[in-house]
């Protein structure tokens, strides 16, 4: 009860741990501690009195992805736009179609720098559902946008 205790961040890529906060325990010996706005993975630890330090705890940080539909460039297509605004630029998403026996996938396009990318599909009398798929990174986990169906 009543002992310091610091919240250690490490950063994906990076090799130096870092105070992310810092905390004092109750009466019961715990502590709480968050970390606002993780955009990226990260491994955390806490040191407390007398040199006290715990096992690092990574996590991984699933993005939001998001895909929209409008009418495509030509007769009988469609757009499906990706979306991601925390990804970085150039970070590959697939287009994903529902089929029998999962989600198989139809194309790669890398996020612009305005976190979307877009795919053109055909039209069709029955529609099917398709979603995005951002795949992970050093600095991010897998992350699939909700499904969305197109004609």
């Known amino acids: 009860s009543g002992q310091p205790v610091t919240l250690l961040e490490r ?3 990076q090799t130096a741990w870092r105070p992310a906060g810092q905390a004092t325990t109750g009466s019961s010996g715990l502590a709480m501690l968050a970390v606002p706005d993780l955009t990226a993975n990260a491994a955390f630890r806490l040191t407390g009195p007398g040199g006290a330090r715990s096992q690092p705890v990574r996590v991984v940080v699933a993005l939001p992805v998001g895909l929209a539909v409008a009418s495509g460039p030509g007769p009988r297509t469609e757009t499906l736009t990706a979306s991601s605004p925390l990804a970085g630029s150039g970070a ?3 287009l994903q179609i529902r089929a029998s026996r999962g ?18 599909v055909r039209s069709r009398r029955i529609p099917r559902r398709y979603r995005a798929v951002l795949l992970p990174t050093a600095s991010h986990g897998l992350s699939a946008s909700n499904p969305v169906e197109a004609g």
């Open 11 to 13: 950063a994906a890529g």
């Open 92 to 94: 590959p998403v697939i």
């Open 103 to 120: 989600w198989a996938n139809l194309g790669t396009q890398p996020l612009s720098g305005s976190g979307s990318a877009s795919f053109t």
